[in-house]
Each structure stands twice: as C-alpha cells, then as structure tokens.
C-alpha cells in the first residue's frame, strides 16, 4: 500500500480518484481486534483487488475503520463504502460468533466519505476563476 498520484485511463476518459472511508462498529464498541482485525484486513484488501481498487491506506482500530483508496469512477462513495461493510459483516459474523452474540450488526449504518484529490480545492478553485485572465496560446486563438 503506498500513495500513487498516477491517472488511470478508461475507455471514456482518464481519472485519478481517491476516496476517504471511515465506518464504525455498531455503539462504537471495541471488537475489531486481534484475529477480527487481522481478517477484516485481509477481506478488505480482497474486495479492493477484487474490484480494481487500489488501497493507499488502511487503519482498523477498536472500533472503526479508516481506509484511503483509489477508485473507478463508475464507483460512488455510498457503493465503495456499502461494498467493504457489506461483505465484511457477512464473513466476520460467520467466522467469529462472538460478533452475532454480542451486537445485532456489525456495523453502524452511518459512514463518513470524502473525496481526496491530487489537487486542492484553492487550486482548482483558483484556476476556475482565472481562466480568462491567463493569455490565450496561439493555437486557442487561431480557433476563436
């Protein structure tokens, strides 16, 4: 897992984008540890490699989940977040009964998602406003 800025191509176009997921065990209660971390780890990577995604960071603490990935832009933040909870909650409730025992689901319904780009908003924000003010290259007036 290491930080890439490199653009991915698609046949529509070209895309670099990240995505910051943060979900939490339901009540926040500490039972994503030990073996339960060590899994929930290895389940999210495989839905990642499984998707295309790629993971750039990923965090599991008592009781939530931080994880920063690159995704394809077909994916929405309500799927990308829906596909990791989903299966997780699923496989670690079957193979730690404890889990069932002790919450009626794993996961909160609630997430936190935002979008990470490459770029801030100052600068794209900035480029927006200033489009007129930088001079036209000859072949852009040559067009007009």
């Known amino acids: 897992m290491s930080a890439t800025n490199k653009a991915r191509r698609f046949s529509g176009g070209v895309y670099d984008l990240g995505l910051h997921v943060v979900w939490c065990s339901k009540y926040r209660r500490p039972v994503l540890d030990g073996q339960v971390a060590e899994r929930l780890r290895e389940l999210i990577e495989q839905k990642a490699d499984e998707r295309g995604w790629h993971i750039v960071a990923l965090d599991v603490l008592p009781d939530h989940v931080r994880l920063f990935l690159k995704h394809d832009p077909k994916a929405s933040a309500s799927h990308v977040a829906n596909q990791f909870k989903g299966l997780t909650s ?41 489009q007129w003010e930088r001079p036209l290259k000859e072949s852009q007036e040559t067009i007009a």
């Open 90 to 130: 699923r496989v670690l409730r079957e193979e730690f009964p404890h889990l069932k025992s002790r919450l009626p689901t794993l996961w909160s319904s609630s997430y936190f998602a935002a979008s990470v780009g490459a770029v801030s908003v100052k600068t794209v924000q900035q480029y927006i406003e200033t």
